[in-house]
Structures are given as structure tokens and as C-alpha cells.
């Protein structure tokens, strides 16, 4: 089968959202299709999303494909006799963070208009899907609430799990992915301040914004953890990532809100390792289960910091739960297998 | 400096310049350029709704766009160079984004003379194995 991944990109910004369709692809040929690309640049910008819309509607794709699935936004929208849309988020200023301070606009006209305006594009655009998939319930919940749409999760896959591998326990806290102020790793810093025990954390992943990680820098030397807490706010290379996990004590990922449980969660599972998350992170509760394969708190530096002391003081307690979250990724189906079954159906 | 080398291709379709683009995003590494390559699902025939498509299109992030060939020409961006290695195709649409890009260069003299021809914009030439100190100027 001729297949087309198409998906939306921002220049220079790697993470989940480019790996998921590269690794499709990549899954897709493993398997004997003709599998391609098509990464449009977009942005969120907000007077610029309808007109870039409607420019993904113009785009000829019947005559080179024989299905299309699409991934990130706005790539739903473009138009496909037999168009399958796995769905990891909204453009969320416009949906769920409208009433929130992450709101890109006004609350007034012409801003609602362009709000309403977006929503019904989405809805008629996944409305011609095939079949739809989701990422987490979160998202599938949101496409419920938000456009009267009905989905399956499909929970994405890492692209090579059998090269995780799972080490000793040390006594580093690791957290690997975007350093930016939505991934919250200033509660991870501040939760420093109160540890008791040896635990130490690093901090690891590229950013879009420097300043947040001159800021995370600068609150570890304000409080003298310098000798406890790393930060490289660089890319992390997949071979250097999987060292990192093997040894770790455990991994922290703390999102606001996130759509999805997040490749660090089920990669840090891979590696046999648990995850501290928050009550408030979103999809990532759909993975951990706290004090089964991981453990989830407020997002307080308080509680995590006692959460990171609880894992160095009781090794058992880190290795137990760490097994657990490599159950899960069986018990949740999470697999290629399943992917391409169900995206292909 | 980010800087995206953009270009059309349609998938499984011929792709003269692959190679060039994934050099040109090794040269530009080398020189200390972060440098990209985006292609978009464009053929090279012209028609309305490819240009309106590329028009519409946005490149956020991006401080430098090297165009290669329409309809990649078109995409709206303040720093455009468009470097041609076929012939323009003709089309108003291409003569106005060519004549709002910050330089227009040629991979050669005949694409060159032809791009003077059909839009009446006199490009510079670069060849592909120059040194691209004028795709950063």
C-alpha cells in the first residue's frame, strides 16, 4: 500500500511531535508498504492558522497515496478519500487553555469568531476521517467535548524498545525532554531545595526558550545545589538517553496538563525505571499509577521532594515499581504491532 | 542564524535535488549554520492551487529561507534568497516572489538567462559547488 504520514513541523524544534510520524513511516516500511513524508511547516500564530488551513486543503495527495494518516495540527485537515487521523492534540490555546493564561488572544470578537472558526474547521475535517484515533483519553476526551467526535486511543510506541536496557539503580533523579516552562521542571529544581537524602537530579533536553533554562540555572545557584543538580539544555542523542535511564534512580516528568503520557514515561519504562509525575500532568496519569508503577503527587516541590527521598532511601521500593511500568507498557498494548493493525484497518 | 533550505518534490517521485539539499544542509552544519531542509509535496507544474497552497504555508522559527525551484519560491517569509536550478516557470506569481526575495541567484547561465527572460530579474550565479558565502550575505 502506498501510505503518506503527513504531519505539521516547526523548523528546528525536534520532540514526540516529529519523532512519532519519522518512526511511523520508518514502521510502515518495516512492513512492506510505500510509506512517505510529508512534513508541512506550520505555525500556531493565530492569524496565520485558517489561511494555513486552508492551504493544506489545496494539497493533491488522492493521486499519490492510497491512505493518508495524519498526525499533528492542523495535518488533519487535509483532504484524502481514505484519510486516517491519529490525533495527539488540539491547537490548545483555542480549545481547552481558552479560559486559561496560556489564551494566545482576547476573549473578544474577532478572536471568538476566529476560535469558532477553528473548532468548525476541525470538526468537518475530522468528520471525513476514515477512522480516528487518539494518542491518550485526555485527547480522545477533549475531541468529545470539544467537536462531538468519537475516537480509540492508540497509544504511541517508542521505535526501538529492545534497546532500553535496564541497570543498576543509582542515585539520580533523570528527566529527559523539552526543557520549557510547560514541562515544569522548575518545581523539579525547587524540590531540590528540600531533599534529605543523596538523591541528585539532571536535567537533560534541547529548549525552545533559553531563558527558562537560564532561569532553572539560576535558581540552582541561587540556592547552592550546584553539586546535585545537572542541566544540559541540549539535544540528547537516543544512545546517550538510554545510558542515562539504565542507571538512574528513577525519572521525573512533571507536564502541565500534557495530551499524552509522553515518550520519557514509557521510555523510562523501557529502561525498567518508575515515573514521578504530577496529579496535574495530564496523560501521563493514563501510565503511571501511583505507588504501582510510579508515583504521582501535587505538583509541590514539598511532595516531590519527598517522593525522590522515598526512591533513594528504598531501593526495593524504586526497582518494584520500576518493573511495574514495564508491565504496563504490555498491559496498555502499547506496541507497532498494534499501531499498524489498527491504523491500516 | 536558522536557516531552512526549502523545495518541492512529489513523494515517490522524481527528486533531482536531493542530494544537493542534504549537502547543502551538511555545508551550511560545517559553517556553523543551522540549517534544515523542508520539502514540500508540490510538483513542478504550475496551477492556482499550488500557488495558493505554498502561499499560504508558514515558516515560524526560520531567520533565512534558500529557496530552490517553484512553487517553494513562493512560500511568504521577510528573508527569502531564491538559488534556481531549472527554469522559472512563468508564472506571475513567481515573478512577484522572486522580485521580493532579498537576492535571486542561479545554479547557471542558462537558468540564469532564463530566469531574465521570463521575469526580467537579472540572478547572480552560483554553482552548486561554490562556496555558499552568498546564500549567507
Known amino acids: 500500500m502506498r501510505i503518506g504520514v503527513v504531519s505539521t513541523i516547526v523548523p528546528f524544534v525536534r520532540g514526540g511531535g516529529r519523532f512519532i510520524a519519522e518512526w511511523l513511516r520508518d514502521k510502515l516500511e518495516e512492513a512492506g508498504h510505500q510509506a512517505a513524508l510529508v512534513m508541512l511547516p506550520s505555525s500556531d500564530e493565530p492569524d496565520r492558522i485558517l489561511q494555513q488551513m486552508a492551504g493544506f486543503r489545496l494539497i493533491e495527495l488522492d493521486a499519490h497515496f492510497d491512505r493518508v494518516i495524519t498526525l499533528r495540527p492542523p495535518a488533519h485537515v487535509v483532504r484524502h478519500r481514505c484519510k486516517v487521523a491519529w490525533f495527539i492534540h488540539h491547537i490548545r490555546g483555542f480549545y481547552d487553555l481558552w479560559d486559561t493564561e496560556y489564551r494566545p488572544v482576547p476573549d473578544r470578537a474577532p478572536w471568538t469568531a476566529l476560535r469558532d472558526a477553528i473548532r468548525a474547521a476541525d470538526t468537518r475535517a475530522l468528520g471525513e476521517a476514515h477512522r480516528i484515533f487518539t494518542n491518550s483519553r485526555v485527547v480522545g476526551e477533549r475531541l468529545r467535548a470539544f467537536n462531538g467526535i468519537g475516537s480509540e486511543v492508540l497509544y504511541p510506541p517508542v521505535l526501538d524498545p529492545g534497546l532500553f536496557r535496564a541497570g543498576a539503580h543509582g542515585d539520580e533523579i533523570v528527566c529527559i525532554c523539552r526543557m520549557e516552562h510547560h514541562k515544569r521542571q522548575h518545581l523539579l529544581v525547587e524540590a531540590m531545595r528540600f531533599v534529605r537524602s543523596g538523591v541528585r537530579l539532571r536535567l537533560c533536553g534541547e529548549s525552545f526558550d533559553p531563558a527558562y533554562a537560564a532561569a532553572l540555572r539560576d535558581t540552582v545557584l541561587r540556592h547552592g545545589l550546584a553539586a546535585r543538580v545537572a542541566i544540559e539544555d541540549r539535544w540528547i542523542a537516543e544512545e546517550e538517553k538510554r545510558a542515562l535511564l539504565a542507571t538512574a534512580l528513577a525519572a521525573a516528568y512533571l507536564p502541565l496538563d500534557e495530551d499524552s503520557y509522553g515518550y520519557p514515561t514509557v521510555e523510562a519504562a523501557h529502561a525498567g525505571r518508575a515515573t514521578v509525575t504530577a496529579s496535574d500532568a495530564g496523560g501521563a496519569l493514563e501510565f503511571v499509577r501511583d505507588g504501582e508503577s510510579g508515583i504521582v503527587v501535587p505538583p509541590d516541590p514539598l511532595a516531590i521532594a519527598a517522593a525522590f527521598d522515598a526512591l533513594f532511601d528504598d531501593r526495593t521500593l524504586a526497582a518494584r515499581l520500576g518493573a511495574a511500568a514495564a508491565e504496563r507498557i504490555t498491559a496498555l498494548g502499547i506496541g507497532w504491532n498494534n499501531v499498524l493493525r489498527s491504523l491500516l484497518a | ?137
Open chain 2, 1 to 137: 542564524v536558522k536557516l531552512v533550505v526549502l523545495d518541492a518534490a512529489l513523494p515517490f517521485g522524481a527528486d533531482p535535488r536531493a542530494a544537493l539539499r542534504a549537502a547543502l544542509v551538511r555545508r551550511f552544519a560545517a559553517s556553523g549554520v543551522d540549517a534544515e531542509a523542508v520539502v514540500l509535496p508540490f510538483a513542478p507544474e504550475p496551477s492556482a492551487a499550488i500557488e495558493l497552497a505554498a502561499r499560504s504555508l508558514c515558516l515560524f522559527n526560520t531567520d533565512r529561507v534558500v529557496a530552490l525551484a517553484f512553487p517553494a519560491t513562493l512560500v511568504p517569509h521577510a528573508a527569502v534568497l531564491a538559488w534556481l536550478h531549472e527554469a522559472p516557470c512563468g508564472r506571475a506569481a513567481e515573478g512577484r516572489a522572486l522580485a521580493a526575495a532579498q537576492r535571486v541567484l542561479a545554479a547557471d547561465a542558462a537558468v540564469a538567462a532564463a530566469i531574465l527572460r521570463r521575469h526580467g530579474i537579472a540572478a547572480g550565479i552560483l554553482r552548486p559547488d561554490d562556496a555558499l558565502d552568498p546564500l549567507l550575505a
